[in-house]
């Protein structure tokens, strides 16, 4: 099937799609969805999961997906108010595709990491020539 033929085409710069994408691809976005796979939690104990995200990046990545309706907020009127976190039907259909990509990431690690130094070697080798 040619892309040309797909609803949307994320190939074109005009594409709805590529904010889409983006949400999803943003390392913050794809961790909270993540973790609240497991079911609703509170923004303490998210913030703990997905650690050293920062609380406003944590913040405004939640109004973010909540925004696309893929999480929702719940404020409970208790004192203090307790607020949770959970993913919609919307959100848990990325579960799969997200799980897919992390399994991929974590078994390939050890081959992108090699890459990388020998890609650096290289470099540093071709600008101070070869070390002796």
Not at 18 to 35: E, H, M, N, P
Not at 46 to 72: F, H
Request: aromatic content about 6%; hydrophobic content about 40%; glycine content about 6%.
């Amino acid at each position: 099937m040619d892309t040309k033929d797909l609803p949307g085409n994320i190939l074109d710069p005009n594409c709805p799609s590529r904010v889409v994408f983006q949400r999803i691809g943003d390392k913050w976005a794809s961790l909270v969805i993540q973790v609240l796979g497991d079911g609703p939690v509170r923004f303490s104990e998210l913030r703990k999961m997905v650690n050293v995200v920062t609380p406003k990046v944590l913040t405004q990545t939640l109004r973010a997906l909540e925004r696309d309706g893929l999480i929702t907020r719940t404020v409970y009127a208790q004192v203090p108010p307790r607020v949770e976190y959970e993913l919609t039907a919307l959100g848990e259909s990325l579960l799969q595709p997200l799980t897919m990509l992390r399994h991929w990431a974590e078994s390939h690690v050890p081959t992108i990491l090699e890459a990388r130094d020998a890609y650096d070697e290289a470099q540093d080798e071709a600008l101070l020539g070869p070390s002796n």
